[in-house]
């Protein structure tokens, strides 16, 4: 008996796995994302369930376009094609087939195994032109396109192999994250169409691009799926009547209107894809089919400026040109898209001529000019009302000023080692959990500040490092036994004043629930000093935090002070026996990375941090952004380090070391005057941090600003006279002004100092 679906409107019995009523075509819920589908009744008379969700090279228009009963699901451990192929588990059915994360035994690989449904593998002309397309497909070699590597039958069952993408599909993250940060957001849509160029130059459409079939693995890479596979669905007798081919969402109106489509209708559903990346809604919404093929084909949809004023007027301009409804004036090619892309300028904002020019193009809309020159004399009148109040304007909301913590060593009086160092970490990554905190524990105050810490960092010490660096809030805390459990107190005071913010305590009945106890109090502390995270997203951070063991972070606390006090080697050991402790701990992994890079071992560092990239699920949001863009550093991408450590401080704006770091890969790319612009935000947060100010009097020096150079190095040279690093960058910009003499002076007087 074949699976339905009644229409919640009209009552209409449907086939299952449709999105959309074939008599009042409505959209059934969940249309957006995975078709659900009614079975048959069960023995006990209740209605069975079952979802066809989005997986590599399934395509859940699918289930739209053809009405069948999907295949039972194949069993782990069966084996395929003589027993290459072991079936470990499955990804997701729809009605074209499903699809299997399988293991190819020759050649010892994980692939993805699309097996295909009967009705179709059957059809000798279906199954022709599924090899057309599969062949054509196969021309395409590019990293951001799936590559597909064979079609075989057994059994009876056709079935394609192609590459497995240990990751997740872009609609997945949109629902997640609701809304994409621009930068990301371009480095996605360059991806997208660095695939799409590779496609267009083989001569081969998409035809049917959406974020569901677009994936992304844990390093960042873009992967486009089901190329070529749109058009097998055109065959007679496999499609409803009145079915559409594609996807309505993302479909071009050259498409709804059934006319004849080229490169230019992947092109509008980039725009579409673009548009959700930064609104998190889709343009040319409606309840039904009809209403949705209608609006695109008569209007254009509302900029996505209009929804939020903080996009980047650039990534607007590029979006709007690409949803324009004649082919004509789209982009011709996505070659102009990523040319466009090369130039692209997040700081530029849209001005008063920008809102009256968006403002005649919705007027254009009309056939009314009544009702066009209304509009018209409407936008001169903001215009001249923004000329004339531009003072009186309301301004912006304000983001949480940034704060800083020393986090003092705690005091454990249980006598239980295992302690020392563990639970300091843990608050570090807790309290970093809202964007405008930046934590320094004892490793952290070394290696981010620069500064050297004595044996026991206490309160009272903790917080004469933070008055002198200017930093805000001194955390700390104590240990101790109580019966068979533990208690732990926790302490939130003001530098400068003293004044007491929080004072929490929390009990522990056993030893494995002390981190979680640590990450509760530090969340109150979080609250106390502004922050407004809801409880779910607190609660993933703290299950984030604890799903490692105390003696891992014990050993990680340890790895992370050797390394800073330049002990690579011990620190090696001490993330390796982070890891060999917990295998899924990714952090430490990234502090192997970092020991080996200083260790001049290149190939392990890339390895270590290739290990700790797949155990991202495994880390709080901050340390994702870290680790991805520590991956960029090592392996010499510095576009990709950049744009990584962007997105980081976009949403954690009070990260100094992300600036700093943003600058330090811009030098690489020799944008300089950009790089010295990002490093003073880094000051301005940690005004006192030698470093910062030795890189910024560098960089204007590079610039033949040498009297800047020389301004900062003085700076420096007040702030810090024991150091190098001032003397350093003095000498450097006197020799650039021209003072030999002053020059040569500067450089004697490093003899005295150690480098």
């Known amino acids: 008996m074949n699976s339905t679906i009644a229409c919640p409107h009209c009552g209409q019995t449907n086939p299952g796995g449709t999105l959309f009523c074939t008599k009042c075509n409505a959209r059934f819920p969940g249309a957006d994302d995975a078709a659900t589908i009614v079975g048959p009744k069960d023995s006990a008379g209740k209605a069975g369930r079952s979802v066809f969700a989005s997986a590599a090279g399934l395509s859940d228009s699918d289930a739209a376009l053809i009405g069948s009963t999907p295949l039972p699901p194949l069993e782990r451990g069966t084996l395929l094609a003589s027993g290459r192929y072991e079936i470990l588990e499955i990804l997701g059915q729809g009605a074209m087939g499903a699809v299997y994360k399988a293991k190819d035994r020759e050649l010892d690989r994980l692939v993805a195994i699309k097996v295909i449904q009967p009705e179709l593998a059957n059809s000798r002309v279906m199954l022709k032109r599924f090899k057309q397309e599969l062949i054509l497909a196969r021309q395409i070699t590019h990293k951001n396109v799936v590559r597909i590597f064979d079609i075989g039958e057994t059994e009876g069952m056709k079935f394609i192999t192609m590459e497995y993408i240990d990751g997740g599909d872009l609609k997945s993250l949109i629902v997640e994250r609701q809304k994409l940060p621009p930068l990301e957001a371009v480095d996605i849509v360059r991806q997208i169409c660095q695939a799409l160029d590779a496609a267009h130059s083989e001569g081969v459409v998409h035809r049917d691009l959406k974020p569901q079939n677009i994936m992304m693995d844990h390093t960042g890479r873009v992967v486009v799926m089901d190329f070529g596979i749109a058009h097998s669905k055109e065959m007679p007798g496999m499609t409803m009547t009145g079915a559409l081919m594609g996807t309505p969402e993302y479909m071009s109106p050259e498409q709804a209107k059934g006319e004849k489509t080229d490169l230019r209708a992947d092109i509008f559903a980039v725009g579409i894809i673009f548009y959700e990346m930064l609104t998190g809604k889709i343009p040319f919404k409606a309840d039904t089919v009809v209403e949705t093929m209608y609006k695109r084909t008569r209007e254009r949809p509302v900029p996505p400026i209009d929804l939020d004023a903080s996009i980047p007027l650039q990534a607007n301009q590029m979006i709007m040109k690409c949803l324009e409804p004649v082919p004509e004036s789209r982009y011709q090619s996505v070659k102009e898209i990523l040319q466009d892309l090369e130039t692209f300028d ?64 705690f005091s454990n009086h249980t006598g239980d080692p ?33 500064l050297r810490v004595p044996a026991k960092l206490d309160e009272p010490a903790a917080r004469q490092i933070a008055v002198n660096q200017g930093l ?31 004072i929490a305590e929390e009990t522990a009945s056993k030893k494995d629930q002390i981190l979680l106890a640590t ?3 530090t969340a109150a502390v979080r609250r106390a000093l502004g922050d407004d995270t809801s409880d779910s997203a607190l609660r993933f951070a703290m299950e984030t935090i604890t799903a490692t063991s105390l003696e891992a972070i014990h050993e990680y606390a340890l790895g992370m002070e050797a390394l800073s006090n330049g002990k690579h080697q011990d620190a090696l050991q001490s993330f390796s026996k982070a890891v060999d402790i ?174």
Not at 440 to 445: H, I, L, P, T, W
């Open 346 to 409: 997040p700081t530029k904002k849209i001005g008063a001529a920008d809102r009256v020019k968006a403002r005649l193009r919705k007027a254009a809309h009309y056939r009314n000019w009544a009702v066009v020159t209304a509009l018209v004399l409407m936008a001169v009148a903001v215009v001249a009302l923004v000329l004339r109040n531009r003072s009186a304007a309301p301004k912006p909301a304000v983001a949480h000023a940034p704060v800083t913590v020393v986090i003092a060593d």
């Open 418 to 450: 295992v302690f020392d160092g563990a639970l300091e970490p843990a608050v570090k990554m807790e309290l970093e959990g809202a964007g405008f905190i930046t934590a320094y524990d004892r490793s952290a105050v070394v290696r981010s500040l620069g």
């Open 472 to 502: 805000g809030v001194v955390f700390s805390g104590s240990l101790d036994r109580q019966g068979d459990g533990y208690t732990l107190s926790i302490k939130a005071t003001q530098a400068v004043t003293g004044n007491v913010i929080k």
């Open 519 to 521: 990450t509760k109090l």
């Open 582 to 755: 917990d295998p899924n701990f990714g952090l430490g992994y990234g502090g192997m990375s970092i020991a080996a890079k200083n260790l001049g071992q290149q190939e392990e560092a890339v390895k270590y941090i290739q290990l700790a990239l797949g155990r991202l699920d495994r880390m709080t949001e901050r340390e994702r952004y870290r680790i991805r863009a520590l991956h960029f550093n090592i392996t010499g991408d510095n576009e990709k380090c950049v744009t990584e450590y962007t997105t980081l401080v976009t949403k954690f704006p009070s990260d100094a070391g992300g600036f700093n770091n943003i600058g330090a890969c811009l030098v690489q790319l020799r944008r300089i005057s950009k790089a010295t612009e990002q490093t003073r935000l880094a000051v301005a947060i940690l005004p006192k941090r030698a470093l910062y100010r030795f890189n910024i009097s560098v960089h204007s020096s590079y610039e033949s600003d040498f009297q800047a150079g020389e301004r900062e190095a003085r700076t420096l040279q007040a702030m810090d006279p024991s150091s190098p690093n001032g003397p350093l960058a003095l000498a450097f910009a006197q020799f650039g002004i021209g003072q030999l003499t002053q020059a040569a002076e500067t450089y004697q007087k490093l003899n005295g100092l150690t480098i």
